[in-house]
């Protein structure tokens, strides 16, 4: 009876200690890669939902400045010569600028409703730039945004009365015209970083 209760109070010995503390120690390693792992992924999640969300706002503001362009031209930087309402540079200075309108004026400001836009691309980035007034003189600062980072290109055609798409606005045979009718509708293609080519179509106003 007494070798049964020595039995009974005899604790773990060294080595049973050594081996559960070794089971513990693989089983929270586990635990905190599967934890790391989690959090990993929910970062690259997030990441991936706010580009998401830069990309489509970006679209939404070309597809917004582009469907409301206004036929008012304005003065260059000199005061001078007249730029269209909407203009393309050979140069790649900028992509587009336009004039357009529906600008909200919530707070009510003493300004109009029409507003002069570009759209550049400086170190793989996507600007959209805005004047506060149409016909800004030499040395007005445009105020900036940028809304994507590793942009390849921007492309944007235009499709012409004739129904025909060029990439050059106005088109180089109206060019000298004093006046030359509006797009029927413009396609963006943005080539992206992890995104590829994506494609929006723009219907214009007349």
Do not use: C
């Not at 290109?153 to 025909?164: K, S």
């Not at 045979?173 to 080519?197: C, H, K, M, N, Y």
């Amino acid at each position: 009876m007494n070798n049964n209760r020595r039995q009974r109070n005899r604790g773990f010995t060294l080595l049973e200690l050594l081996v559960a503390m070794a089971i513990f120690a693989v089983v929270s390693a586990l635990a905190l890669g599967g934890l790391n792992a989690v959090g990993t992924q929910q970062e690259l999640a997030r990441q991936d939902m706010e580009e998401l969300a830069d990309l489509q706002r970006a679209v939404y503001l070309l597809t917004w400045d582009l469907g409301q362009v206004y036929p008012r031209p304005v003065r260059d930087e000199l005061g001078q010569d007249k730029e269209r309402s909407l203009l393309t540079d050979g140069r790649q200075d900028f992509i587009v600028r336009v004039t357009r309108g529906g600008w909200r004026n919530p707070a009510n400001f003493q300004r109009g409703t029409l507003q002069r836009v570009q759209y550049r691309i400086e170190d793989r980035e996507l600007i959209r730039e805005y004047w506060p007034v149409l016909d800004h003189p030499l040395g007005m600062e445009p105020n900036g945004e940028t809304l994507l980072e590793d942009v390849e290109d921007v492309l944007i055609e235009y499709l012409d009365q004739e129904g025909q798409w060029t990439d050059q606005w106005p088109p180089l045979r109206a060019i000298g015209q004093e006046s030359v009718a509006q797009p029927r509708a413009a396609r963006i293609t943005l080539t992206l970083d992890g995104w590829g080519e994506i494609q929006r179509l723009v219907e214009m106003l007349p």
